[in-house]
Nanobody, 121 residues
Framework: QVELVESGGGLVEPGGSLRLSCVASGRIYRMNNMAWYRQAPGKQRELVASITPGGNTKYVDSVKGRFTISRHNGLNAVYLEMDSLKPEETAVYYC???????????????WGQGTQVTVSS
């Protein structure tokens, strides 16, 4: 079993910045892609950014140039630096990790509990 623990959410004014962190622990043989998703009230969960073990990144168009995803492979951690935040980005942000618990085990998706980000003046 793998647990993801997120931190760093909170209230920020429009144009402000926040840094989210997520650390995975448990039975981890190989950590594959890691990602951040968000879900606003009444909307579907959407992929915000993802990162491969080698550091290749992808972003949803709306955050390109403002958000930066990074990871620390030794710590099984992923981060999301969010700049120039907008009110419409108020949402619960979720960490996602694709994990192989053993050499021959299937890859399983794990999720954090979510951290609230509120952008408001």
């Amino acid at each position: 079993q793998v647990e993801l623990v997120e931190s760093g959410g909170g209230l920020v004014e429009p144009g402000g910045s926040l840094r989210l962190s997520c650390v995975a622990s448990g039975r981890i043989y190989r950590m594959n892609n890691m990602a951040w998703y968000r879900q606003a009230p009444g909307k579907q969960r959407e992929l915000v950014a993802s990162i491969t073990p080698g550091g290749n990144t992808k972003y949803v168009d709306s955050v390109k140039g403002r958000f930066t995803i990074s990871r620390h492979n030794g710590l099984n951690a992923v981060y999301l630096e969010m700049d120039s935040l907008k009110p419409e980005e108020t949402a619960v942000y979720y960490c996602n990790a694709r994990v192989d618990s053993e050499m021959w085990a299937p890859t399983i998706d794990y999720w954090g509990q979510g951290t609230q980000v509120t952008v408001s003046s």
